[in-house]
């Protein structure tokens, strides 16, 4: 506007006047009479109604300024009243949180003021203006529910990191996470909290008296006999602990819920309020009314149906109006308390239908009569109050107050000029927009209506030990209570899919791209805003204030996968040569092709810039892709300068910052610490003075691409293409297909919501699982005491009174989670969300195997792609169920086998080379093995791929990481050993509840297709079998001797008079490693099973070495666990916590299963060969054998008999475990074991130990080394030459070993003397 007073120059249009009637019919303008009755009908006085026409003075367009300035004069009194000091409130009259010298702590606080986030242990902040007298009111809006403590504080109150508001005297708060008062002292007091709810902070200077609310209800008086008189004034304060945040609303916007008596801190604008309601009754009028120039006369119609024509007597009325609406309508109390509320009114006055016109007449005419500064600054406050109004709402039983703020959402965003402004510099620049597709969950479920709409509640009933898995039919009663609950859930998912559809409208706003008249299409503002969102969330991850709450994430992941969904198959019934959303995938030339940037996330084959240099000629024959070599010198040293800071950015630091409090503003991050804002924050610190450097932002040098082109700079073309560009799909290797998937657009939105669900999402979802954890825990408690109120005597009345209060609580406990519960799995877990997770698995598992034809090319791909495939597989294994199961799921068994083959090809792929993806493959493949559905799905996949899988299963230990790799080698072997087959080990089942997800605790389910893979390999492969084998005995050394010198350490602590304590973390390595023994021994268990020719056939020239090996370390295994009151039985005695695996069983069986493997499965001539060379060992002792059936060693005559209840262990004593066969075996064994000892025995003749071996000391000498001469036994140098080629004593190089004969080489040097 060129001019506010008097006269009006429009910028736009230069409207003629005149009242000439001889004109009328070619201007429009009407006559005098007609446009004098009109303009008093639009413009009539509020206190006088309209005037008699013969009494009032005549108006036309030239008196009309001088008559709405007298109409909007009436309040200028109240102004100058509202602007004078106002008695009982001392400070500035604009309240906001005071940053320079009245806070504690480290905070950050928002550039409005209003909004502070905890930043340390527990900061405390006040306002800038307190009170003394009177009754006074402001508003804190919770966004996170943490520890917190809000209320009053006098200015001579000190706080520390430890002592906050309510801490110290003359200090009052109320704690909603603790449901708390604080005044030094702390009772209970009010209702939890939960993030969305409004605290409303009420003083009564007058009475003495302080009170709180929470939504508008009254939680009674929290403290009386304020201390009041000279000197006492009050400051409304928070102290809040680290990430806590919230919102302050002292009265700069409407009070959401006002209470009678009490006045805000600061004083709402009401001489603006009048003359906006003025104004707006003006334009309601002007809507209301029509002219009828050829009748001369104003026709009546509903405002609704008014429709702008350019009738320039309206347009210059309606002018008028708002040349004095515009300063109003950048007011924030101004939007929030009139144009939202008219234009909630204007949307609901007819169907939903009609809301978008009125709303859209709106904003045409804003666009019309007002600067385009001043509408960007009214819909700016527009979206800030509407998604304020929607995130703080309350949950009410139909969700009508969300309902009604999205509708009105979806009518502003369905305009399409306002649309692509706020897409461009509001949505994600100042609004935390991600609210707006957030359903937040109810706290308490009796406010949010769900006891109505679910009356009855039911929970699942499960066994809560091992060995009670069977399920006691279900009665009749519950089945109907069952049967109710569900129903009463289906009525509130109806009632939250209403909600969803409107939000996911709002993301097909967003996603629009048929608005490109006039400008960029709204899709691919949304496109740029949508990368710099994922880049924050991606980059900030250790800075919690930047990142996007997981729980928005889970939900905006939801609707943004149903709109580009509805997208895709839309572009497909238009297209038909592409594909349905079923078949979606994300095209491998994205993640090469540099036209899109995925930051600084890790690829497969490590940095970007390493591929790049190392892939170049690839790219060049595959993708016809150049990389400019300006552009790789650029990333040579990426990075190199982190720490320094640019000169510009230096040179604009305030000078504030290097002072104790000053401000520090930071780069605008994409989430803030308001509830609403997402400006630039303010760094507040009592700390020592110190230089905070903000993060430095990603400089355009680090963002190599093919075509330089940041993600602002980049066209419609650049992402769709044209005739002669691929655009997004430039680069495509020879393997990929040329027929067209989609939009582009699409892909990269794709691959932005593969992207969500690695950053928070998988996250969340397993979070939220804890409110079914939850229930379980609290039935279980209720059954627990419901059976003793069965079993306890009536006679004690003392105990089934407090049982019976028990019973309640639980009862009550159990009836508020089972409908949370309900809620959850609604908007979290229902079947749609189900299938969205496993749309986003296909999605992976495509694009992973296309990324894989590539060759080489594969390096280039983000390494979330195949957590995302992992993760969401587990959580539509674990996190939906047991209400949906993934069985139910369409192509689910397909959809196994592909995962299975992925996992068993690149688990040891050469191309992936992150340690913490490779692991987590491990990890996701031995979990895999152990469930028989996806066991089933690895066994389908072709025959090639097993070989190969099993191939490297069997690789040696040494050079990678083994622990997983042996542990998929027990599962597929679990299920066949000797006594294999338990679940949980027998002595946990009555000390450990069943957690029954854990894949440790499945039910066997060995795989003998893929244990011929493994006989076959070992069997054929003249190297494969000496080389694991070797590497598995040697890991088996490593982790039983560790093993023992940890319990050895734990017993010497244990017998220690005075009180210790054993270190946590020694308990477990000790007891990983117990298991780590179990598992290698199970493995060897499996090997001579499969082939137990590597061990017996003597024309294998390994197999004597490997057979020695094994049975030293059987017999080292059998003396330390079976010596009587030894080492090992006294750590198990104890019983440490930590230490529960840790037992006689595990271990001996899987040593016995080894055994009998050798001494009675096998042919005669290997059992002779396997007997001879176990008892040769030195360290064999028969009594260990005779330990495993309960036969105790003799005591010395020296030592005192041991105590005759001892318990001794017996293999006979787990007959639920181990058959009457295995028992058999093993007495036929014993008594092998024993005729041969006593055959050895009798036929042994002594040995000088001159003719020993000097390694072992239990073989004669049988082996000379070449050229130093140096001698062993055979078994001590074919196991030394298997990792070491020099002498065990001189250190020079072995050349040759030949045999050596102490008889014949002394006949042959005395032939030569």
Not at 199 to 221: A, H, P, R
Not at 663 to 688: D, H, K, Q, V
Not at 793 to 806: Q, V
Not at 990 to 1004: C, Y
Request: aromatic share 8%; with cysteine.
């Amino acid at each position: 506007m060129a001019s506010k007073e008097g006269g009006m120059a429009f910028s736009r249009k230069s409207y003629k006047l005149t009242s000439d009637a001889e004109k009328s019919r070619v201007t429009g303008i009407v006559h005098e009479k007609l446009l004098n009755d009109y303009l008093h009908r639009v413009f009539s006085s509020p206190d006088h109604g309209p005037a008699a026409a013969t009494s009032r003075k005549p108006l036309n367009f030239q008196n009309l300024p001088e008559h709405l300035d007298q109409l909007l004069h009436v309040d200028d009194e109240e102004e100058e009243e509202s602007q004078e000091q106002v008695e009982g409130r001392l400070g500035p009259s604009t309240v906001v949180l005071d940053h320079t010298g009245g806070f504690e702590g480290l905070l950050l606080v928002d550039d409005d003021l209003l909004g502070v986030i905890g930043h340390s242990n527990f900061g405390t902040i006040r306002s800038t203006t307190c009170v003394y007298k009177g009754k006074w009111i402001y508003e804190v809006l919770i966004s996170s529910q943490g520890l917190m403590q809000i209320g009053w504080c006098t200015i001579n109150c000190r706080f520390n990191q430890e002592e906050g508001v309510g801490d110290t005297h003359n200090s009052y708060a109320y704690d909603g996470n603790r449901v708390r008062k604080w005044n030094v002292t702390t009772t209970n007091y009010g209702k939890a909290w939960a993030a969305g709810d409004i605290v409303s902070c009420l003083i009564d200077l007058d009475e003495g008296t302080l009170s709180f609310s929470l939504n508008g209800v009254s939680l009674g008086t929290a403290f009386e006999n304020l201390s009041r008189g000279l000197g006492m004034a009050y400051f409304p304060a928070i102290s809040l602990s680290f990430k806590e945040s919230v919102a302050f609303n002292f009265g700069s916007r409407p009070l959401r819920y006002p209470v009678a008596g009490y006045r805000p801190l600061q004083d709402p604008p009401s001489a603006d309020l009048a003359r906006a309601q003025r104004l707006l009754g003006c334009f309601r009028a002007a809507l209301s009314v029509e002219l009828d120039p050829v009748e001369g006369r104003l026709v009546e119609k509903e405002s609704s149906e008014w429709r702008l024509q350019g009738q320039p007597t309206i347009l210059l009325t309606l002018a008028h109006i708002f040349h004095h609406f515009a300063p109003l309508l950048r007011e924030v109390y101004v939007v929030e308390a009139v144009l939202v509320r008219f234009l909630l009114a204007a949307a609901e006055a007819g169907p939903p239908e009609r809301a978008q016109p009125a709303a859209h007449q709106v904003l045409d005419l804003l666009w019309l009569f007002l600067e385009d500064y001043e509408v960007q600054d009214c819909l700016k406050q527009l979206m800030m109050s509407l998604l304020r109004l929607y995130r703080f709402s309350p949950i009410v039983p139909d969700l009508s107050l969300q309902i009604r703020y999205l509708r009105l959402t979806i009518a502003i965003l369905s305009h399409q000029k306002s649309r692509k402004f706020l897409l461009s510099n509001v949505l994600f620049d100042v609004l935390r927009s991600v609210v707006f597709f957030y359903i937040k969950s109810p706290l308490r479920v009796e406010e949010a209506g769900l006891q109505e709409l679910i009356p009855t509640t039911w929970w699942p009933h499960r066994s809560p030990r091992e060995g009670k898995e069977e399920m006691r039919e279900e009665t009749s009663e519950e089945r109907l209570r069952r049967r109710a609950y569900e129903r009463g859930c289906q009525r509130l998912k109806k009632r939250i899919e209403v909600v969803e559809e409107l939000q996911v409208q709002i993301l097909k706003l967003l996603l629009n791209n048929k608005d490109d008249n006039g400008g960029e299409a709204s899709r691919y503002i949304f496109l740029t805003k949508f990368r710099k969102f994922l880049q924050e969330n991606a980059s900030g991850r250790g800075n919690t204030p930047m990142l996007c709450p997981p729980e928005y994430m889970v939900c905006f992941l939801h609707r943004l996968i149903s709109a580009l969904r509805f997208y895709w198959d839309e572009y497909k019934a238009s297209n038909p040569r592409t594909s349905f959303s079923e078949e979606a995938y994300v095209p491998p030339q994205i993640f090469y092709n540099g036209k899109v940037d995925y930051f600084d996330l890790q690829r497969l084959g490590g940095l970007l810039s390493h591929l790049r240099k190392t892939l170049k000629d690839d790219l060049a024959s595959k993708a016809n892709i150049l990389i400019d070599p300006l552009e790789l010198q650029a990333t040579t040293m990426d990075d190199l300068d982190e720490d320094e800071e640019p000169a510009p950015a230096a040179a604009q630091r305030p000078m504030q910052a290097l002072a104790v409090g000053g401000a520090l503003p930071l780069p605008r991050p994409g989430w803030l610490s308001s509830p609403t804002l997402g400006r630039a924050n303010r760094f507040l610190s009592t700390a020592a003075v110190t230089l905070m450097t903000p993060r430095r932002p990603l400089s355009a040098s680090e963002k190599v691409k093919v075509r330089t082109l940041s993600a602002e700079q980049r066209t419609r073309e650049d992402i769709e293409g044209s005739q002669w560009n691929e655009g997004l799909l430039v680069g495509r290797p020879p393997e990929e297909p040329d027929q067209p998937l989609t939009e582009n657009s699409l892909l990269e939105v794709l691959d932005g919501a593969v992207m969500m669900y690695n950053l928070s999402v998988h996250q969340q979802l397993g979070k939220m699982v804890g409110v079914s954890d939850d229930v379980n825990e609290y039935a279980m408690a209720l059954r627990d005491t419901e059976d003793k109120l069965r079993r306890c005597p009536k006679r004690r009345k003392d105990i089934l009174a407090e049982l019976t209060k028990s019973q309640k609580v639980f009862s009550e406990k159990l009836d508020h989670l089972s409908r949370r519960l309900a809620w959850v799995h609604a908007t979290v877990y229902s079947q749609e969300k189900m299938q969205d997770i496993y749309w986003l698995l296909r999605v992976c598992l495509r694009t992973i195997e296309h990324g894989d034809r590539t060759g080489s090319l594969f390096a280039f791909m983000p390494e979330f792609y195949l957590s995302v495939a992992i993760n969401s597989y587990s959580a539509l294994k674990n996190y939906f169920g047991p209400v949906h199961s993934m069985e139910e799921l369409p192509g689910y068994e397909e959809t196994l086998t592909r995962l299975a083959a992925i996992l068993a090809k690149h688990f040891a792929d050469t191309r992936i080379v992150g340690t913490d993806i490779r692991d987590s493959l491990m990890q996701a493949l031995a979990s895999y093995v152990c469930y028989p559905n996806s066991l089933r799905a690895v066994e389908r996949i072709p025959e090639e791929q097993r070989i190969a899988m099993v191939k490297n299963l069997l690789a040696p230990y040494e050079q990678r990481p083994w622990a997983q790799t042996n542990w998929i080698l027990v599962r597929l072997w679990r299920g066949c050993g000797f006594g294999y087959r338990y679940t949980r080990l027998p002595h946990l089942l009555k000390t450990k509840p069943e957690d029954a997800s854990l894949p440790s605790l499945q039910k066997p389910c060995p795989s003998t297709l893929l244990q011929q893979h493994m006989a076959d390999l070992l069997r054929e492969g003249s190297d494969v079998a000496p080389s694991f084998l070797n590497s598995v005995l040697n890991q088996l050394n490593w982790a039983f001797s560790e093993f023992i010198g940890m319990i050895q350490e734990i017993h010497q602590a244990a017998e220690r008079l005075e009180r210790n304590f054993v270190d946590s973390r020694q308990l477990k390595v000790c007891a990983t490693c117990f298991d780590l023994s179990v598992s290698l021994l199970r493995v060897l268990e499996m090997t001579i099973t499969l082939v137990p020719e590597i061990f017996l056939d003597l024309a294998r020239p390994t197999s004597e070495m490997l057979l020695r090996r094994l049975a030293q370390l059987l017999n080292q295994v059998l003396n330390r666990v079976t010596a009587e009151r030894n080492l090992f039985d006294r750590v198990v005695t104890l019983r440490l916590p930590g230490l529960e695996s840790v037992d006689h069983y595990p271990i001996l069986v899987a040593v016995t299963g080894i055994l009998v493997r050798l001494l009675v499965h096998g042919p005669a001539s290997g059992t002779e060969r396997a007997t001879s060379v176990l008892l040769a060992d030195p360290c064999f002792q028969l009594r260990s054998i005779s330990y495993l059936l309960g036969q105790p060693e003799p005591p010395a005559p020296s030592t005192a008999l041991p105590a005759p209840d001892r318990k001794h262990f017996s293999l006979q004593s787990y007959t639920d475990y181990i058959s009457v066969e295995e028992l058999a075996q093993v007495e036929q064994m014993l008594a092998h074991l024993t005729s041969a000892s006593a055959q050895a025995a009798a036929a042994s003749l002594p040995t000088s130990e001159e003719d020993l071996c000097p390694i072992c000391y239990a073989h004669p000498i049988s082996a000379v080394f070449q050229p130093c001469g140096h001698k062993s036994c055979k078994a001590c140098i074919d196991q030394h030459l298997m990792n070491n080629k020099d002498c065990f004593f001189c250190k020079a190089t072995i050349v040759s070993v030949e045999d050596w004969d102490k008889a014949a080489n002394a006949s042959a040097t005395s032939s030569a003397a």
